[in-house]
């Protein structure tokens, strides 16, 4: 097991070494995945097991454990999020092998037989982050909102508010109308 990581990783040799990769990774060094938090501070533990699969294809076990900072789209406040990712791909030469691949592989193409570690890495974490993120137990806006067909709670106000185009209409059913 090594602790460091290469740029670059020839994955028929590491399948064939069955090499793996452990350590941790700053999020401030995964350029791709900042312009989705709200903050770079934290830590990323990855574990990267290059294997034999079931069917002795090559297959990469990637795990990823630690928090990142999110920006809440409800409320505007950053918060953590933790994540926790479990998954293994299989490394293919070709797209045309994709479909052969196990029901739990996803496929991962590889560009020349090597791959980029920190890349795979960031690709997991931009690909496990929320759409919209919301902090858990944010409570949801409350206001005057109607849904289609509710009548409107502030029915009211109705007539305090100003129809500009009104005396525009009460000119032309008055007759006002005489260049048609």
């Given at each position: 097991?090594?602790?460091?990581?290469?740029?670059?990783?020839?994955?028929?040799?590491?399948?064939?070494?069955?090499?793996?990769?452990?350590?941790?990774?700053?999020?401030?060094?995964?350029?791709?995945?900042?312009?989705?938090?709200?903050?770079?501070?934290?830590?990323?533990?990855?574990?990267?097991?290059?294997?034999?699969?079931?069917?002795?294809?090559?297959?990469?076990?990637?795990?990823?454990?630690?928090?990142?900072?999110?920006?809440?789209?409800?409320?505007?406040?950053?918060?953590?999020w933790p994540v926790e990712i479990d998954t293994r791909?299989?490394?293919?030469?070709?797209?045309?092998?994709?479909?052969?691949?196990?029901?739990?592989?996803?496929?991962?193409?590889?560009?020349?037989?090597?791959?980029?570690?920190?890349?795979?890495?960031?690709?997991?974490?931009?690909?496990?982050?929320?759409?919209?993120?919301?902090?858990?137990g944010s409570e949801i806006l409350q206001g005057?909102?109607?849904?289609?067909?509710?009548?409107?709670?502030?029915?009211?106000?109705?007539?305090?508010?100003?129809?500009?185009?009104?005396?525009?209409?009460?000119?032309?059913?008055?007759?006002?109308?005489?260049?048609?």
């Amino acid at each position: 097991m090594s602790a460091s990581l290469p740029d670059f990783v020839d994955a028929e040799r590491m399948v064939a070494g069955r090499r793996s990769f452990a350590g941790v990774l700053p999020v401030a060094a995964l350029p791709r995945l900042l312009p989705a938090l709200a903050e770079d501070r934290g830590e990323i533990a990855y574990n990267l097991d290059f294997e034999q699969g079931v069917l002795g294809d090559p297959e990469l076990h990637v795990r990823l454990s630690g928090r990142v900072i999110l920006q809440c789209q409800r409320t505007l406040q950053p918060f953590a999020w933790p994540v926790e990712i479990d998954t293994r791909l299989g490394l293919l030469a070709g797209e045309d092998a994709a479909a052969a691949l196990p029901g739990a592989c996803e496929p991962l193409l590889l560009e020349n037989g090597s791959l980029q570690p920190r890349r795979v890495i960031e690709d997991e974490l931009l690909l496990a982050l929320p759409l919209v993120p919301v902090k858990p137990g944010s409570e949801i806006l409350q206001g005057g909102w109607n849904t289609p067909g509710q009548s409107p709670q502030d029915a009211g106000k109705d007539a305090l508010v100003t129809h500009p185009f009104a005396d525009l209409r009460k000119l032309m059913q008055a007759g006002g109308n005489k260049h048609r």
